[in-house]
């Protein structure tokens, strides 16, 4: 038997949440597959979220497959400049893989020449599970963005260790003042001690150039006694 989804989604899928999945059973074979995915607005950010899993149990069947495929692209503008803490977890197991990453639209060195993205995680498993975290505090310029989000796996009942699989990440992005420079949601003295402390040149960019400008220098220090709270 066979059993299989294709949706096409558009925004409005995305910011309510995307749940669906397909179940197969013909004698003692099963094969499962399933997926959430969504990007929440948020007062100031976003939280991408993305869950697939599946099974296929075979029972003496070796033509047993299970699959989800996710891909979306999300573009929007951001009117002024901002900085952005971004808390992130991704996890995996079996042959699944995933991955998020955020990327200005426009050529920064002429044609041809993309804006590198601002992040971007990925996660991808042979069997044995894999977990990654981490935390990050950007700057984020004015323009337009697009947020992509990757997410697969596959399942199949011929041998031991491939007949589950599943993956799963969420990174929650939220904007903090533009001197805060390790993003904890307040701007003193630690933050100026890290702008002091790490002056001069910073190739290609470092936490506390805060206007990532290549050079840690008197606008950033400027820029923690304006926010300082």
């Known amino acids: 038997c066979r059993e299989s989804h294709s949706v096409d989604l ?6 309510a949440g995307v749940q669906d999945n397909a179940l197969c059973v013909e004698g003692g074979a099963t094969a499962l597959a399933g997926l ?36 979306s692209y999300v573009e929007f503008a ?34 041809l020449e993309p804006s590198p993205p601002a992040f971007e995680h990925s996660v991808s498993t042979y069997i044995e599970p ?4 981490g935390r990050e505090v950007l700057f ?22 491939f ?3 599943s993956v799963s990440g969420m990174h929650a992005v ?28 910073c190739v290609p960019t470092c936490q506390a150039d805060l206007d990532a400008s290549g050079t840690i220098d008197v606008t950033d220090l400027l820029q923690v006694i304006s926010d300082w709270n």
């Open 130 to 133: 894999l977990e990654l975290e």
């Open 36 to 71: 959430e995915a969504g990007v929440m607005l948020t007062e100031c950010g976003f939280s991408v979220m993305i869950d697939g899993w599946g099974d296929a149990i075979g029972d003496g069947i070796e033509d047993v497959f299970s699959r989800h495929d996710v891909t």
């Open 163 to 165: 007949t589950q699989a």
């Open 78 to 111: 951001i009117d002024v400049d901002h900085r952005f803490a971004v808390d992130w977890s991704m996890q995996s197991y079996g042959l699944a893989s995933a991955g998020v990453q955020l990327q200005r639209l426009g050529d920064i060195d002429g044609p």
């Open 140 to 161: 984020i310029p004015s323009g337009r963005w697009n947020l992509r989000l990757l997410s697969t796996h596959q399942a199949m009942d011929e041998q031991e260790g």
């Open 174 to 201: 939220t904007c903090v003042a533009l001197g805060d420079v390790d993003g904890d949601g307040h701007v003193g003295v630690t933050d100026l001690l890290t702008v002091i402390g790490t002056w001069g040149p």
């Open 10 to 15: 558009e925004l409005y899928d995305l910011l």
